[in-house]
DNA sequence: ACCTGAACACCGTTCAAGT
DNA sequence: ACCTGAACACCGTTCAAGT
């Protein structure tokens, strides 16, 4: 018997709970009843379905990240603690990123987009290209975010996981045939090396040399 | 009764098939046997479990795209080329997209990554940042496409779905305060109007003028 | 109004039994 | 060796019945 009717923000923590602790799988109706001491319906009663549970925790996770908004005066530096900010809480909810890039018109990546369309203009980026930039920018992040999401599996095995899986791949390419593969081959020793995140910085810089050059004269 | 025994071959082009018609969630392994008249026997024969058989289609489909290969004199105009066959593959097949973006290590993206490499090489980026920045370009790449798989839904109502859904996320957008959300507010509009295919290509441009100036001196 | 929990219609996967 | 298909252990979702 319940002690207390859960509230739809109740149910939303306790989904977010269960997703942190087991990856996405771990997320079943059965798993959030026994949780949270109750039945079906006081669940289907305030979420319409798993989809919309799933995607309300997502929203809850990057509207929390958000309100901890970067201030800086340099619209370059500013742009890339916005990309990092997102960086940072989908490693850190990795499920997250999984569910925004299935769906990344979410009203929670609203603030997201609005930020970085502002910067772009502030860096003279002109109004016609902004929205393709943004775009592009936001696609970039969701996409890495989406990979290392899926590279975590179920969320267990956190950082030795990373290590391992890596370290197979690795493996596999620098067994591939230099002639055919030189590339790919070189690159087996750098994939050992990375590191996530500045391979992630390395790509924002990128871009936004890129964008530099759009800037309207 | 089956007429003929399936090999893998044909249990991966039967799944294929499933996938194009229904989307993600139209391969199941009922549909399955009952498609090549069989059991689930047969088909856990040739293959581990469902996992496996949705990656070995996706190998099958971008095997397929890379071989018409771009041969160009011009690295950045091959550099596109590479970049919008996969975007067209995954256009064509939405789940190839999601099912990428979820494994980009598979083996039938070695021979992308290697195109990409060699470009980059042409294109006269250092080694260092080679690996860098053909991992940021693959992830724009994949990233872009699983959401355009994910805004596909089912794979049911191609083109309609498509515009009713952009339709919807304008609207909402429009109707949004402009002078909290100016940017979003503005976007609006292009959002209605813009071609996916477009704004993916821009994007590769900001991404290869941003690697331009990587270029060794 | 709000909640319970048995029941329903599905999944992917296994495995004794057949050929 | 290769295949069959009933059975198993799960899903998400519904809905008559309770309070």
Redesign the interface.
């Known amino acids: 018997m319940a002690v207390l009717a859960p509230s739809r923000e109740v149910i939303v923590q306790a989904a977010t709970d269960l997703l942190d602790e087991g990856g996405e799988s771990a997320l079943t109706l059965r798993a959030l009843t026994i949780r949270l001491s109750t039945g079906y319906g006081a669940i289907y009663h305030h979420v319409a379905d798993k989809n919309d549970l799933l995607a309300a925790a997502a929203d809850d996770v990057i509207a929390r990240v958000l309100t901890g908004a970067v201030v800086d005066a340099d619209p370059r530096e500013a742009l890339r603690g916005v990309a990092l900010g997102l960086f940072d809480a989908i490693d850190a909810h990795p499920w997250v990123g999984a569910e925004l890039?299935?769906?990344?018109?979410r009203p929670a990546l609203?603030d997201f987009?609005?930020s970085?369309?502002?910067l772009l203009?502030a860096l003279a980026v002109p109004?016609r290209?902004?929205?393709?930039?943004?775009?592009?920018l936001v696609?970039?992040?969701?996409?890495?975010a989406?990979?290392n999401a899926?590279r975590r599996g179920r969320g267990r095995d956190q950082e030795t996981g990373r290590a391992d899986f890596l370290a197979g791949?690795a493996e596999q390419w620098s067994e591939?045939d230099p002639g055919r593969?030189?590339?790919?081959h070189?690159?087996a020793t750098?994939?050992r090396e990375?590191d996530d995140r500045d391979?992630f910085l390395?790509?924002v810089?990128?871009?936004?040399?890129?964008?530099a050059?759009?800037r309207r004269t």
């Not at 890039?101 to 018109?105: C, F, G, N, T, Y």
């Not at 290209?129 to 592009?136: E, I, L, T, V």
């Not at 593969?181 to 790919?184: D, E, G, L, N």
């Open positions: 890039s299935r769906q990344p018109w609203l987009y609005e970085v369309g502002r203009h109004e290209a902004r929205f393709d930039a943004a775009g592009a696609n970039y992040v969701l996409g890495v989406a990979q899926a791949v591939l593969y030189p590339f790919v070189e690159a750098r994939l990375h391979q390395t790509g810089d990128i871009f936004l040399a890129g964008i050059t759009l």
